[in-house]
């Protein structure tokens, strides 16, 4: 083989460098950008008001992905995730829990709420039904 | 009825809100009850106009439900819910088995809607890109015959672009030679703007979905076909516009816009088939959720009318006529019918219903009218139970799908990465039109990645098998459940109620001495005794009697001894009933029939001696018969390579009698309910995966404790709690089936997580030209797309395939 050309070492250092951002911008950087809601018993978003009675209540937007995409609760409190879809692709119809049974389908520009109380500490993954786009609900003590 | 009664609008007040109540309002129908006369109707309306935001309230007595509209940013369902309670009355939002019914027809719109979009949109694609596809032609010979210019080999390495040049060509150059005469601009520009249109209306969710993700620093198989088809519009693009920049460097400018609209026309294609299938999947859930009637004729103040069946209350008549759709659980009080319950336990022959027996909502009713009381209503009727039951077990993922989770979770980057990596091989080892090349096979490798089919491959089998389980009266819990049934080794059966009838029956009545040829007399007298018993075997012996049509009469002077016997006088006559010991103690001598009670015992049956005024007159015998399709299934378990174990507290004898007629090889006698457990953990520890199958009520510590608990659906308890397979009949046979089912579904979620992985992992080396230094194989991104599209769409046909599994 002939010795490579000034181009073809560029090509190689700029398919590295893209390889390298690519692995960089979807493992690590979507890791520590995941943006979390935290959700304290009896207190919720969206205006609600603190009635003692009724659970926590945090809105996930579904678009092309969760956000927020992880939800810190207290274990043992019922806690409402309400799911608003705002996208129509297939892959986001469905938010499945499987630690606690649910497959749900989430009808397109609508809001579908969730009723969930994790048992213990932990972390519960949810995703939609093909397992593309993934979440989470951290509860803690 | 009185004048504020508006048959027929809470109908058309619902249908508006179905359309989504335009103008700010939203129209809700509340079951309310309690209510007995036009008063009480009329003080909940008027205290239901009086809440603020309420713009219009109708109560109907007789269809006991509110129909409200109102502002939903001035008041809360809850909040007429709680507005109706306050008067006294009760209101509750519809019932859960409603909402199921209603998630469904959304759902089923939704992926309707979406079928028949993709639909349009590939079919439009689709005919613009074979219109592209020939437009291009003269533009793609015009190429080849410059490569050879350029020293390149003229025959391409894909097998489609091959074919186009050798067959296609020609072809076209004979047929429309015209084509090749437009000028090189003309039709460039012309598929310039044909592309722009597919890819902004046809294939513009690819793009914006993938955007979306890409926000979340996420990537799926959006993201893979927005960079494919958006990478080589690009190219094309600068082609078009500044073909120098290629040509001044060494490079042809080609184009690739027939690509990226055949690309998208073939994924869209897939995407069609993928939704249809996807659908079918559901479709025993479906079949399940329509089993539920909407209306109910029931009897109110005396009239039979047709309410919305969320209204019925506990204890209220409903009457059925022939052919009509039960619409609730309850118990049958007049009339007499067969009901068909196929399609809630798998029974293919109806059920005769007499007053008394239970009927269960969602099975028909066939040839009789009868009348009957509601018992269990909304959530905890058997059918809402059931769906909620298959809900939970399609929401449930199997243990087996971890990897592909895991696999598909970081997917997509990777095959970005694959695709970089190609670009750069190609555009460094190849020598003539690196870039070109490169850049085709990267693209392929884009393209022919399909994450969608791991992603697919465990759920869509979960969800058919559990329907199919549905079908035939087996709700399997779970994939977990699933995937656990499939591989066990052992099944344990407890014997009463399982193996057996559960329901002791009279199986010999051998008379001797003066009674050899009056067995009826010697029977009447039996039964005569035994009503005043309350031993267990004593209700057999006198529905024994019952059913010879023998009138019985009442002891006089009544004594029974704890296991041994019982004694009393009938018309005069003095009979005992018991065991030897029972015999010896009042002077009988047993002997002359102990022949005949030492067999009937080693047939596992009870024998009890009959002494008639101290004198011995023959032996009764009752057993706990083997169901009938107990021995088949059992035979079929072992068919399986299943070891079968009988647990009982039979005595060995008995419990050995019983195991042989039924087929099974070992036994254990003996057992108290509460060592059933440490015999499943026995098993367990000898290193077997076992399933247990019990009633449910006695062996719930040992469902709980076994691999696979299997509980036979008593009654409306059919969400057993230890239980991860629960039969709707109690029939044995469907074991037989759950474990079956199981074992089939492992099968076809291992054939698909196989194709899936096998398919990316074959897909990408050959996408990326691993192959072509040795076979000159190489994919175009349209073959590359044409294969994409049908990887899903198979695996989640190689699914649907367990619908028609035959499981008999």
Same mark, same amino acid.
């Given at each position: 083989m002939q010795t490579m050309t000034m181009t073809e070492w560029l090509v190689i250092l700029g398919g590295l460098a893209a390889i390298a951002w690519v692995n960089w911008y979807f493992f690590l950087a979507g890791r520590t950008a995941a943006v979390h809601a935290v959700v304290a018993a009896g207190r919720g978003d969206a205006?609600?008001?603190?009635?003692?009675?009724s659970p926590a209540q945090v809105t996930i937007t579904v678009d092309?992905?969760?956000?927020?995409q992880q939800v810190r609760v207290k274990a043992g409190q019922p806690v409402r995730l309400v799911f608003d879809r705002k996208d129509s692709g297939s892959c986001s119809e469905e938010v499945v829990l499987p630690d606690f049974g649910v497959r749900k389908f989430l009808p397109t520009g609508q809001r579908t709420t969730i009723e969930i109380t994790p048992p213990r500490a932990g972390r519960y993954d949810f995703s939609c039904g093909m397992s593309m786009l993934r979440g989470a609900i951290i509860a803690e003590d | 009825m009185s004048t504020s009664l508006k048959p027929g609008a809470s109908e058309a007040r619902t249908g508006k809100e179905a359309n989504? !109540?335009?103008? *700010?309002t939203e129209t809700i129908r509340i079951p309310v009850s309690g209510m007995t006369c036009a008063a009480c109707q009329s003080r909940v309306q008027k205290t239901l106009a009086k809440?603020?935001?309420?713009s219009d309230a109708a109560v109907n007595l007789m269809m006991k439900s509110a129909t409200v509209t109102y502002d939903p940013s001035a008041v809360t369902p809850d909040g007429l819910v709680e507005a109706i309670r306050s008067t006294g009355y009760g209101a509750d939002l519809a019932n859960p088995d409603q909402t199921a019914f209603e998630e469904q027809e959304a759902r089923d719109r939704a992926q309707d809607e979406e079928y028949h979009d993709f639909r349009r949109k590939a079919i439009v694609s689709g005919i613009i890109g074979v219109i592209a596809m020939i437009v291009s032609m003269p533009l793609m010979s015009r190429l080849a015959a410059d490569a050879h210019g350029h020293g390149?080999? !003229?025959?391409? *390495?894909?097998p489609f672009m091959r074919w186009a040049m050798r067959v296609l060509d020609p072809f076209f150059r004979s047929a429309t030679p015209w084509l090749y005469d437009v000028p090189v601009g003309v039709t460039t520009g012309l598929l310039l703007a044909a592309t722009i249109g597919v890819m902004l209306w046809a294939g513009r969710h690819f793009y914006t979905r993938a955007w979306a993700a890409f926000r979340h620093h996420s990537a799926d198989m959006n993201t893979l076909v927005a960079v494919g088809t958006g990478a080589a519009f690009v190219y094309s693009l600068v082609a078009t516009v500044m073909p120098e920049f290629f040509t001044s460097r060494g490079v042809p400018a080609d184009v690739y816009y027939e690509a990226v609209v055949i690309i998208i026309a073939l994924i869209l294609t897939g995407n069609m088939f993928e939704a249809r299938a996807r659908k079918q999947t559901s479709s025993a859930l479906r079949a399940l959720v329509s089993?539920?009637?909407?209306t109910a004729r029931v009897v109110r103040f005396g009239e039979e009318v047709d309410a919305p069946v969320d209204t019925v209350e506990r204890s209220e008549t409903i009457v059925v006529r022939p052919g009509?759709?039960?619409p609730t659980d309850g118990q049958v009080i007049q009339g007499e019918s067969a009901v068909d319950e196929s399609m809630l336990t798998g029974e293919s022959l109806p059920v005769s219903k007499k007053p008394g027996h239970r009927v269960i909502g969602g099975t028909i009713n066939r040839t009789g009218a009868f009348r009957y009381t509601a018992t269990t209503l909304g959530a905890d009727s058997m059918l809402a139970q059931i769906v909620k039951l298959m809900r939970d077990a399609q929401g449930s993922r199997a243990p087996i799908q971890r990897l592909a989770d895991t696999i598909s979770g970081i997917f997509v980057p990777i095959v970005l990465s694959i695709a970089i990596a190609t670009f750069v091989g190609w555009f460094v080892l190849?020598?003539?039109a690196p870039a070109v090349r490169g850049f085709a096979a990267a693209v392929a490798v884009l393209i022919i990645a399909c994450p969608c089919a791991m992603g697919l491959a465990v759920p869509t089998a979960v969800m058919v098998a559990t329907g199919k389980g549905a079908e035939l009266g087996v709700l399997i819990k779970g994939g977990e459940a699933l995937q656990q049934a499939g591989g066990i080794t052992t099944m344990v059966l407890d014997?009463?109620?399982?193996?057996?009838?559960?329901r002791p029956t009279v199986t010999d009545v051998i008379p001797t001495g003066a009674y050899v040829s009056r067995t009826d007399d010697l029977l009447r007298l039996v039964a005569s005794l035994e009503t005043s018993s309350e031993h267990p075997l004593a209700d057999a012996i006198v529905r024994h009697a019952k059913d010879r049509g023998l009138a019985l009469a009442t002891p006089e002077g009544f004594q029974a001894v704890s296991g041994r016997g019982a004694q009393g006088i009938i018309d005069g006559v003095g009979v005992a009933v018991g065991n030897e010991e029972f015999m010896r103690d009042w002077a009988v001598d047993p002997s002359p029939m102990r022949d005949d009670a030492e067999r009937l015992a080693g047939e596992g049956r009870t024998p009890m001696y009959v002494a008639i005024d101290g004198t011995l007159a023959g032996v009764v015998a009752v057993a706990d018969p083997i169901k009938t399709t107990s021995t088949e299934a059992i035979a079929r378990f072992r068919a399986m390579g299943l070891e079968v174990v009988m647990l009982t507290g039979d005595n060995q004898r008995t419990a050995e009698a019983i195991a042989r007629q039924a087929g099974i090889d070992r036994v254990v006698a003996g057992v108290l309910p509460e060592g059933k457990v440490a015999e499943v953990k026995r098993l367990q520890a000898e290193g077997k995966t076992v399933a247990m199958v019990g009633d449910?009520?006695?062996?719930g510590p040992a469902i709980a404790q076994a691999d696979v608990g299997i509980g036979i659906g008593t009654?409306?308890?059919?969400?057993?709690?230890?239980?991860d397979v629960v039969l709707m009949?109690?029939?044995?046979r469907s074991a037989a089936h759950a474990i079956e089912l199981s074992r089939r579904t492992m099968r076809t979620m291992k054939q698909n997580l196989f194709w899936a992985f096998v398919y990316n992992v074959i897909g990408i080396p050959i996408a990326a030209g691993l192959l072509y230094p040795v076979f000159g194989l190489l994919l175009s991104p349209i073959l590359a797309s044409a294969a994409m599209a049908f990887s899903s769409v198979s695996v989640v046909t190689n699914s649907l395939r367990l619908r028609t599994a035959r499981i008999v």
């Open positions: 205006g609600e008001s603190a009635a003692g009675s092309g992905g969760y956000s927020p | 989504g !109540g335009a103008i *700010g809440q603020p935001g309420v390149a080999s !003229g025959e391409s *390495g894909d089993l539920q009637p909407k009509e759709r039960i190849a020598d003539a014997k009463t109620g399982t193996v057996t009838e559960g449910g009520i006695n062996d009654g409306t308890d059919i969400a057993m709690e230890a239980a009949r109690g029939d044995l």
